[in-house]
């Protein structure tokens, strides 16, 4: 749901506003917020030394192109339609690498729940769809990017979420997003940010919507399925739905209101039903 407002307050920012620098921003005030938990944690100033660094370099990687590809699309496509693509497929890419890699199988009721779910953003994106402007194919196209990112960045944290303290492993990760994509600050530098409530949001994306919901999303996958994991989070575009239609002024309809109920039955069959793997 932190996830969710994200969309929403990129376009609270003034109109001159450069996707890739928020996305930057959001990145390095996340780290930092990520870095002070770590450091207030003995546990993890402990785990310091022996974090898994190859996995936390490529999901560093991953969600330095999910965070720069997500703004870009929510700007180009809409928030609503934007998130929806993006979260969406998440699940989709997923699941593939789970079958193909660790022959984890969902079984016939947690991928009929997957496939609801899914099947309701696709209706919250069409009843978006006459809120997205002349760029939406190429916004539709980061989206799906990013969803691939941000289903590289769950698969490689599940992979090493045991290794280390929650927490370290995400303030490691985001400081390396951070870093990556600091090039962008000096070709692109935020001099559309000329007021306190202006820096207040960009403070809230990185401490609210990236640094405390990425601690607690680490967290949660010491315990489920990458798979489960992505599922769940489409709980993010049922938030910036509801947030587009009060708030940006973007459409509500009949399709995105039917989408909602989908995707929340989804959930519910997900988030009952464990993942199991094949013979």
Do not use: K
């Amino acid at each position: 749901m932190l996830w969710g407002t994200t969309g929403t307050v990129q376009a609270a920012l003034p109109a001159a506003r450069d996707p890739l620098a928020v996305g930057a921003l959001r990145l390095a005030f996340g780290a930092a917020a990520l870095v002070a938990l770590a450091l207030a944690d003995p546990a993890c100033r402990r785990a310091a030394r022996g974090l898994p660094w190859r996995g936390i370099g490529f999901a560093a990687i991953a969600i330095a192109g999910y965070n720069l590809l997500f703004f870009h699309a929510v700007g180009a496509a809409g928030v609503g339609i934007g998130t929806a693509v993006t979260i969406g497929s998440a699940p989709l890419w997923t699941t593939a690498w789970e079958i193909a890699s660790q022959r984890r199988l969902p079984g016939a009721l947690r991928a009929g729940g997957q496939l609801v779910s899914v099947a309701g953003v696709g209706l919250l994106g069409l009843g978006a769809g006459s809120a997205m402007g002349a760029g939406a194919g190429a916004g539709i196209a980061a989206a799906l990017g990013a969803g691939a990112c941000y289903a590289a960045y769950s698969l490689a944290t599940s992979r090493i979420g045991a290794r280390a303290p929650s927490t370290a492993i995400a303030a490691a990760t985001f400081t390396l997003a951070a870093l990556l994509t600091a090039p962008v600050l000096a070709l692109r530098p935020p001099v559309w940010i000329d007021a306190p409530a202006d820096w207040a949001l960009i403070a809230y994306l990185g401490v609210g919507a990236t640094g405390l919901s990425y601690a607690l999303y680490t967290w949660g996958l010491r315990g489920v399925a990458a798979s489960t994991a992505v599922t769940l989070a489409l709980a993010e575009p049922v938030t910036a739905w509801i947030l587009a239609g009060t708030l940006v002024g973007e459409p509500v309809t009949w399709r995105a209101s039917l989408g909602i109920g989908a995707i929340l039955a989804g959930l519910a069959v997900v988030a009952l039903v464990p993942a199991r793997r094949g013979p």
